[in-house]
């Protein structure tokens, strides 16, 4: 079909056309699926890795625009979109397709939830050693797409480091393979990495293998109250030099600290993971450390870390991510709390999360300004759409090579039109 | 290694030459230009067996110079080939199509190093172990280390993601890459990713990595560095057979103690490296395993009974520590002086790459073996187990009629034994131009289609490295390797 074409068609007849290429019982309600407020003309939950492709292709020939939506928790992460016209819904695609614990190797098809992988794996002593927000509700397809880390990243590999690799429906119609299943392989492109974080510009991630991890055999989390936030980005920056079996090493300002459910003062807080000797140590080592500041570290009572993290997922909020060296978190904290936001920020990765009710699109630019100063970014992860719309969520980076990838990939824009940047 | 096999093609008219020539002088000095025949042939291999002459070799010093050499090669229609030490395995800075190759050693200045924030600014051309000698004091080290770690490139680990014996924990280089700035076909210079990991934007950064030159031409690198464990264990597991040393393998992973480092060498290895370095091999060994555990000591400890019993429910002989930081080097003297002693003891070696999911290694194993004493061939194997990361090498003499031939052959064999196993033709070494044909036993034709997509997006001219990593391309030379592809090719995509 040709552009011409395209612009003759009624919208009745385009979703005809889709109707016609996708199997009638995998068509859903669209008033489940509006983002942003605006309810889709359609939406389907197809079963099958081919059926994407296919809802894709006829899409695409269609000039309909495809929004790929699994545990739907990141939908306001990206510029507002242009479109959104058939909502593609990745619940049917919910198999662990092969898992070989003696390997620590998984392959599952994406939409199936982290939670339910999880208890899988967990019946094996493993794990997915990631820790996304809001929770383990994500969809597989999702946490690929979006390419959020948590506490963890840093002391524990990205999603993308842990991805072997993957399938994905392109609107061409095809299903394009990258990777492998074993745990090390150079051969051709990392495609996978390409459409790990891409917000699903290019294709839509069907199926994704990995490497898992065995789960450690204890954890524990250790809290120390500080003075101020420079102190606790001392103490901070002296732990993650210290060697311990450490999972998460977080600093906190008195208003996160409060919302996590600790007290409402400057705090480190610390996940130990590993063998039990090594957390035993690992939390001898914190408690000295603590002592030499005349500080206690404590265990804390409730879950701060999950709280944290839905914190950082909370889609009715204005959460922004600076990411900032090592030495500038603590400072960074301090720069994100003072525009007014709940602030905390993990060691290891240099992610600062701030989390506010409202931002001005012109304090998300100072922020951006404060984190260049120190070779760092600002990127916006949930705010209403005329924030999105004011300030880019993502800031500098280079668009003309994506603007070229997505011409081969997908020219027509069928994909998540406008996330991105007009049109990508 | 496999004596050369020289590529041919039409010769370039005389006038364009001097031209391009000219051009490429006016970009990087012509002190820094070679294209005397005689200075050419340095320039016409890497570490495998294909050869083929550039028409211009150069040597810039900034990222400046290299945009300027990639427009003087548009201008003049020329394919341009950066190189680093010229230590690939795979073919991947070999000229085929002649042009310009872009040597990068010149720039070896490590920019900066950030101690406090774990990170390093470095140049392509500096060399991996000087890195780490500049790291170590500080505490720091650059987690990817290749056997060839003495004279390969930081470049070069970037364009291979390279791999090494510690890539099991680690992981591979694109793990230790932060930020890139990279000169792109057209000669824009771009930077991709930055100085904190998880930048905004489409994660081109970590689809360059691994692209073996084919998408851009990285002139510095930010690199994430790790700090040096607290407490290591180096053990040395012996084995009356490889059979046993590869349930070792298994039974370690399944326990759920994941060493940094993994490493078997067999008695053909054995054989070869402990007359000269010395490290403690006993020479009537079947097998032995390097391992490698690291962490605060009292997990370090626990870890390694662990990994102790293991070793013996699968049959070792005796389970020795490395006790001194001396004993330590010498194990993994011997270990990284492998690959060169076998040089030693044949006339010449083919060095392959693979990887199988680990729990197959003991079959896989059992089936390269027998199927190289099939074509009469002494099989020499030193790898990362714990990865499946296979290197078979094959022992030949190239005097012998047919024998190249031959290696080849089972060179290809070996490779489909891999796939078959649902595992891949390259685990570190890269596809180059040695693997391009087996590319097809593991990619469907739409995975490729979207490869190629990718590669055009890049490089609509396809002037970047042609004939490299994937399979076909316009006026590129078909060889042995396509014929092996062809001739073992059955249908069977694993992914």
Partial sequence: MTATDDHLMTTDARLAALRHAVPSDTERSPHAYSIDGVEPAVAFSPAHAQEIAALLRAADEAGLVVVPQGGRTALNLGRPLERHDVALDTHGLARIV?????????????????????????????????????????????????????????????????????????????????GGRVVKNVSGYDLHRLHTGALG????????????????????????????????????????????????????????????????????????????????????????????????????????????????GDRAATVVRLGVPATAVAEAVEAVRAAGCRSWGHIASGAVIGHAPHLDAAVVERLRAFAAERGGFVQVEAGSRALRAAADPFGPHEVDLVRLLKVRFDARGTLNRGRWMEGV | MLHSRHMTRPEMPTNARAAAIEALERAVGAAHVLHAPEDLIVYEYDATIDRALPDAVVFPATAEEVAAVVRAANAHDLPVVPRGSGTG??????????????????MNRIVEVDAANRIAVVEPGVINL?????????????????????ICTIGGNVANNSGGPHTLAHGSTVNHVLGLEVVLADGRIVHLGGRVADAPGVDLRGLVVGSEGTLGIVTQATLRLVPTPRAVRTMLAIFDTIDAACEAVSAIIRGGVIPVALEMLDQEIIRAVEPRIHAGFPLDAGAVLLIEIEGLAEAVAVEAEAVIEA????????????????????????????????????????????????????????????????????????????????????????????????????????????VDAGGSI???????????????????????????DVRSAFDDAGRFNPCKVLPGGHGCATGHADEVARHLATPGVYI
């Avoid at chain 1, 920056?237 to 996160?256: F, I, K, Q, T, Y």
């Avoid at chain 1, 996590?260 to 705090?267: K, N």
């Avoid at chain 1, 063998?275 to 409730?302: F, H, M, T, W, Y």
Wanted: proline letters at 6%; charged letters at 20%.
């Fill in chain 1, 98 to 178: 092969e898992y070989v614990p003696d390997d620590l190797t998984l392959t599952v098809e994406a939409g199936i939830h982290l939670d339910a992988l999880q208890q899988t794996l967990g019946e094996h002593g493993q794990y997915l050693p990631i820790d996304p927000p809001p929770d383990d509700g994500v969809s597989i397809g999702g946490l690929l797409a979006t390419a959020r880390s948590g506490a963890w990243r840093g002391h524990l590999p990205a999603a993308r480091d842990l991805l072997l690799g993957a399938v994905v429906a392109l609107p061409s119609g095809e299903l394009a393979g990258s």
């Fill in chain 1, 201 to 312: 510009a290019f294709g839509v991630i069907v199926q994704a293998s990995f490497k898992v991890a065995p789960l450690p055999t204890a954890t524990r989390t250790l809290a120390v109250r500080a003075q101020t936030l420079a102190e606790a980005g001392v103490l901070a920056l002296r732990l993650w030099n210290a060697g311990l079996a450490v999972r998460a090493l977080s600093v906190l300002a008195p208003e996160a600290a409060e919302r996590a459910g600790l007290d409402g003062t400057p705090t480190v807080l610390v996940e130990l993971a590993g063998l039990d000797v090594a957390v035993d140590r690992s939390a001898e080592i914190v408690r000295e450390a603590a002592r030499a500041l005349s500080r206690s570290a404590e265990e804390p009572a409730g879950a701060p870390w999950e709280r944290l993290r839905r914190l950082h």
């Fill in chain 2, 426 to 452: 390259t685990g570190e070494h890269g596809i180059g131009l040695e693997k391009r044909s087996y590319m097809e036993w593991i990619f469907t034709p739409a995975d490729l289609a979207a490869m190629a």
């Fill in chain 2, 89 to 106: 395995l795979s073919g991947g800075a070999v000229p085929v199509k002649g042009g310009v190759v872009v040597v990068l050693t010149r």
């Fill in chain 2, 130 to 150: 000087a890195l780490q000698e500049t790291l170590a004091p500080l505490g720091l080290t650059w987690a990817p280390d290749p056997s060839s770690q003495r």
């Fill in chain 2, 311 to 418: 070793c013996r429910a699968s049959g070792a002989r005796e389970v020795r520590s490395a006790d001194t930081q001396s004993e330590r080097d010498r194990l993994w003297e011997g270990r990284k002086s492998g690959i060169g002693a076998i040089g030693a003891v044949t006339p010449a070696f083919y060095i392959l790459d693979g990887v199988v999911p680990r729990t197959l290694l003991p079959v896989v194993m059992r089936r390269i073996l027998a199927r190289s004493a099939e074509y009469g061939f002494r099989c020499a194997n030193i790898f990362h187990a714990g990865d499946g990361n296979l290197h078979p090498n094959i022992l030949f003499d190239p005097q012998e009629s047919g024998a190249i031939q031959r290696v080849l052959d089972l060179g290809g064999e070996i490779m489909r034994i891999c």
